[in-house]
């Protein structure tokens, strides 16, 4: 038995519509939810739901039980994140699951001191608790998604540019449900156990090579303006965005101009046996009808 935890998010729903494009028959499948509402989709498709939520571990150990293969998706909650995954990781192991495989970050920085400590801190305890639980492993170290550009450009990036403090060092940004076939694709193959895998694109691409692609979708000229942080943080504060959000925003900007997204590794192609969704097609799709 397969169980999906975040089934009703991006991840993991994604994740599940791939086990069952792969053959994999639904009753066979598992999907961690909080709210049954919320999955009625899962329902309609045959998925057995599981109710249950980080924060209540005996819920967790109840879900778990039967469980062989268990793709642990990170909570969105990253202040609370770190005693969460500690209660899903100790559930795991108390009914025996024999395969975790943990949604993590792709970083070079593990220290204090990297602009993106404030969500790499709980990934990388759960990675240290998960490789210490005697549990076969496999850690995801997702690449930021693609799909999150969108939010750091602005609803109106084609009329104002990209206005953001990344510098132009090359990122290998991957789209989500790329990340959701690869893992998919571990969870139905052998010989993953006890392996790390990034999943991050094969190209690396900069934020101006960004801004040179909107140009060629939009049909006009799209800037891209890298300003010093303050400055970037003054505008954002001017403009009334909240606190942290722009704490996010810079925090992420920050990372982008460090390389913490510059990738080498060929982790995702390999799994998913196809080069990964380049950042043109997925901006392409995008922005083409708007
Ligand atoms: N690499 C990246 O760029 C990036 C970007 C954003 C997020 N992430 C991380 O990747 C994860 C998956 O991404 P996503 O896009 O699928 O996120 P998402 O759509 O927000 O899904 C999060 C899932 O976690 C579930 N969840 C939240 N709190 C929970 C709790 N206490 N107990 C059990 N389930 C809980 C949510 O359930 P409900 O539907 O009940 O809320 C939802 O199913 C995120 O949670 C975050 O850790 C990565």
Known sequence: MILVTGATGHFGKATIDFLLKEGISANNISALVRDVTKAEDLKTKGI?????????????????KGVDKLLLVSGPDV???GKQQVNAVNAAKEVGVKHIIYTSFERKNDAETSPIAFLAKTHIETEKQIKA??????????????????????????????FLPAGNTKSAFALRNDMAEAAANILTSQGHENKEYSLSNTENISLQEIAQDLTAIAGKQINYVSPPQEVYVDALTKANVPAEYIGMF????????QGEFSAKKTDLENLLGRKPTTAKAFLKEVYTSK
């Open 250 to 257: 810079s925090g992420f900007a920050e990372a982008i101009k």
């Open 133 to 162: 639980s005697g549990m076969a492993y496999t850690i995801l170290k997702n690449n930021l998604y693609l799909d999150t550009l969108p939010m750091f450009f602005g609803e109106q990036v084609l009329e104002t540019g990209i």
């Open 79 to 81: 202040v609370n994140r």
């Open 48 to 64: 057995n739901l599981k109710i249950g939520d980080y924060d209540n571990y005996a819920s967790l150990v109840e879900a778990f």
